[in-house]
């Protein structure tokens, strides 16, 4: 009798066990995930989807990746690019890894026998300087049971996307690594149980910019079939380097390296730099005319497998981009993004308002550009200095400038393109627990507050779902489900859905869904804000064009 009561207990500890890994075979040989502590999923970390090259190669495109005969444990060891120190530290743990191979991809696969599961792939936010695939969990979003998640780091910053124009550094290394996860997925997730016919691409902040950018390029079509850009958009400022070689030559000269002007000098100082020194924030973060540097570019066409040729405004106006449908939009106080530089930028800009213009706009002289400065800081402030009085127009400008025009605009022109699907929303939901605007007694939904809402969030710095109001728990549920419809069916409310009926957006911007304390469909979005700056873009905007051809290398260094 003992011997078979522990032969039954034997059995059923084998069972568990069992059940807590899961293998699957992919293009590159056997992978095993391991059930989630807390949810019905199991988890795939740090499957190498591409190579990083390095040496004189690291700013070129990814390799392929490694491939192996025996199992590859695919635990959590919380791989992160090389980046700079910034706020995003506090969402990655004490113990992660930086390697400067860091091509990593994280699967979450529902625990269910069923097949051909929708795919939604999240690419992480970070000025493109900073962030991970792991930053922002969407765990609890997946309790349908019907869609896997796959999220993955791509290279940051100079190493990710310095652009010279040369053979050696063409620009987009970021960018191409995007491209090269949705090629590994289109092989591999099937094996995962993911249908490659049935992808939809989602990111936040910079990966709002990047899916937005995704959808133009040549490089990635036919990959995916859905867009959810939340909260940053292809036109804007920050989404495509104005000058990228002289914004190199600039930051070298702040590394001390001299010898600018000879762009294959440049281009060894760059390749040769330790990724230490090339990770010294300086002004990175903190730049007044919202951008980040070093983001993606339009390349010089080499034949090498270029990212973008054309910039994005050029492809938008062309109408020569696959049209799929888009979930876009923002919230309504992304300009609290800037806040915290306030007391310190409330008396630069009145001093001088044209440094915070932003890089896009060209001007044919000081004069002009004073001009047009004092015109829009008059449309924001009146004719009051920025002080604590009007801190909200100060958030209201930088949330046009960084997230909400950029976005807008396009809108338009997806419509005279003849996309029909772009679904327009604003996010406007707060909530007790949301912080007051300093000098206010109002509350407004700051910079990516959907993607924390959807995430499993509430804001950049909590993640601890359980302490969620009643009212943000119920706006968490709705967010879901709209996100939910969108990935499957490709529009955010179906027929028959109890949520309010959402047709897509027109060339007037117009309807928009309100997504705040109730849901409402309204008119135009932002109209007045909208039409000043269609003025002033129309004006003066200075589009991106790819570096210009290097001259022939030197023989000494072929």
């Known amino acids: 009798m003992m011997k078979w009561w522990t032969c039954v207990v034997f059995m059923c500890a084998a069972v568990l066990a069992d059940d807590e890994w899961r293998e699957v075979r992919t293009a590159q040989g056997p992978v095993r995930g391991r059930k ?36 590859f444990d695919a635990v959590d060891e919380y791989v992160i690019c090389p980046q700079a120190k910034s706020p995003w530290d506090m969402l990655m743990p004490k113990n992660r890894v930086v390697k400067e191979n860091c091509l990593i991809a994280n699967v979450y696969v529902p625990n269910t026998k069923e097949k051909n599961l929708s795919v939604l792939v999240i690419v992480h936010g970070g000025a493109f300087l900073m962030g991970s695939g792991e930053q922002l969990k969407g765990t609890k979003f997946m309790n349908t049971k019907d869609f896997i998640i796959v999220t993955f780091n791509y290279r940051l910053g100079i190493h990710g996307f310095l652009c010279l124009g040369t053979e050696d550094a063409p620009g987009n290394a970021g960018m191409k690594d995007q491209v090269a996860l949705l090629r590994w997925v289109q092989k591999n997730i099937a094996s995962f149980g993911g249908n490659p016919d049935d992808v939809t691409i989602d990111g936040y902040s910079a990966g709002s910019v990047s899916v937005d950018l995704l959808m133009l390029s040549k490089s990635a079509e036919g990959l995916f079939r859905r867009v959810i850009p939340e909260s940053g958009g292809n036109l804007a400022a920050l989404a495509i380097q104005r ?62 497998g270029a990212f973008l040729t054309e910039s994005p405004l050029t492809i938008l106006k062309s109408g020569n981009y696959r ?29 001088k308002f ?17 001009e047009v400065a004092n015109k829009i800081k008059k449309f924001y402030f009146g004719d009051k200095p920025v002080d604590n009085d009007n801190i909200l127009k100060y958030v209201d400008f930088f949330s046009d400038v960084i997230f909400a025009y950029p976005m807008l605009r396009a809108v ?23 912080p007051l605007v300093p000098h206010t007694n109002v509350r407004g939904a700051d910079h990516c507050a959907q993607s924390m809402a959807l995430f499993d969030g509430k804001n950049l710095t909590q993640s601890d779902e359980p302490q969620a109001t009643p009212e943000y728990q119920n706006m968490m549920k709705i967010i879901r489900e709209i996100w939910h419809n969108f990935l499957k069916t490709g529009v955010p409310v179906p027929e028959g859905s109890w949520l309010p009926a959402w047709p897509a957006a027109g060339a007037d911007r117009a309807p928009h869904m309100s997504l705040g304390e109730r849901l409402e469909l309204r008119g135009a979005l932002l109209a007045e804000r909208t039409r000043f700056w269609d003025d002033i873009y129309q004006r003066y905007y200075r589009d991106a064009v790819p570096p210009p051809k290097p001259p022939p290398r030197p023989r000494n260094e072929l």
């Open 36 to 71: 989630h502590p807390t949810e019905d999923i199991y988890t795939f970390y740090n499957i190498p989807y591409a190579t990083a090259p390095t040496g004189k190669d690291k700013f070129k495109a990814p390799l392929p990746p490694p491939v192996w005969s025996e199992t």
């Open 412 to 434: 338009k022109l997806h419509a005279e393109a003849g996309n029909n699907q772009v679904y327009l929303y604003e996010y406007s939901f707060v909530d007790e627990d949301i």
């Open 243 to 304: 000058d990228p070689v002289e914004i190199a030559k600039t930051h070298a000269r702040k590394l001390n390296f001299t010898n600018v002007d000879d762009i294959y000098a440049l281009e060894d100082f760059y390749r040769k730099a330790p990724l230490e020194l090339l990770l010294t924030p300086d002004d990175l973060f903190d730049r007044t005319d919202s951008i980040f540097k070093f983001s993606p570019c339009v390349e010089r066409d080499t034949g090498d």
């Open 354 to 370: 044209s440094d915070f213009l932003p890089p896009d706009l060209k001007f044919d002289s000081d004069e002009e550009r004073e």
């Open 323 to 351: 049209k799929v449908p888009l979930l876009y939009g923002f919230a309504n106080m992304e300009g609290l993004l800037r806040i915290g530089f306030f007391d310190i930028w409330k008396h630069k800009m009145n001093e």
